[in-house]
């Protein structure tokens, strides 16, 4: 089942923070977060694993919340370039390799 | 050498037609995927490649040939296609383990006419 994104789009203002969600309905064992500009390659932004602790480079974070099977994508004083859509890909235990994509969150960063 | 490379970048064509899509990558990686992604839709999973054996097929309808001709190649042959079919189909690879980054190439927008 694929899972749930919230919001579905975003406008922010340079410099301002925003919150991504995804939630899963089934047991999770690993949430891949993904950025995609238009007409581009998905890029990898972070793994969390199930009994791992938050990642995070730079001013881009996540969370995951293993009893609520949820993961949050944090990006604090945004920037022009986070632009894009961003894809939480979620991967069970037994199926690793497999994953399955949110509907995505499309963010725009305005001047 | 951390890149994923397509080709084409677009093709055009018809039912009838046979094509290929053609994707390399040379990390090292025994892992390589094929996704299709429609306008606005998220990526999904068509095939998953384990050094070079088939190892997972979403299903996908037999006009759509996989085929892995060696650790750094991943071919997509296409025939007696559909309009619906038209979408961004990408290719990806990671080492052979499970929970770990896949990265993806740019892409080939196919058309089916």
């Known amino acids: 089942q694929q899972p749930v994104q919230s919001p579905q789009a975003v406008i922010l203002r340079e410099g301002e923070d925003a919150v991504i969600n995804c939630s899963s309905s089934?047991?999770?064992?690993?949430v891949h977060w993904y950025r995609q500009k238009h007409g581009e390659a998905p890029i990898f932004l972070m793994i969390l694993l199930k009994g791992g602790e938050q990642k995070g480079h730079d001013k881009i974070s996540a969370s995951f919340n293993e009893k609520k099977q949820q993961s949050s994508l944090y990006l604090t004083a945004s920037q022009l370039s986070y632009s894009g859509t961003y894809f939480c890909?979620?991967?069970?235990?037994?199926?690793?390799?497999?994953?399955?994509f949110g509907g995505g969150t499309r963010l725009m960063v305005k001047p | 050498d951390t890149e994923v490379t397509q080709t084409p970048k677009h093709l055009v064509m018809g039912m009838t037609n046979k094509k290929s899509l053609k994707c390399e990558q040379h990390m090292g990686h025994r892992a390589m995927y094929w996704y299709k992604q429609k306008a606005k839709k998220p990526p999904e999973l068509m095939f998953v490649?384990?050094?070079?054996?088939?190892?997972i097929n979403e299903s996908v309808p037999s006009r759509f040939s996989p085929e892995c001709p060696n650790s750094s190649l991943l071919n997509l042959h296409l025939h007696a296609l559909q309009p619906e079919d038209s979408a961004l189909y990408l290719c990806?690879?990671?080492?052979?383990?499970?929970?770990?980054?896949?990265?993806f190439g740019p892409g080939t927008r196919l058309t089916v006419l």
């Open positions: 490649y384990s050094y070079e054996k088939l190892s």
């Open positions: 089934k047991a999770l064992y690993s």
């Open positions: 990806a690879s990671s080492q052979d383990s499970p929970h770990v980054e896949q990265f």
């Open positions: 890909g979620t991967g069970s235990n037994n199926a690793g390799n497999m994953l399955t």
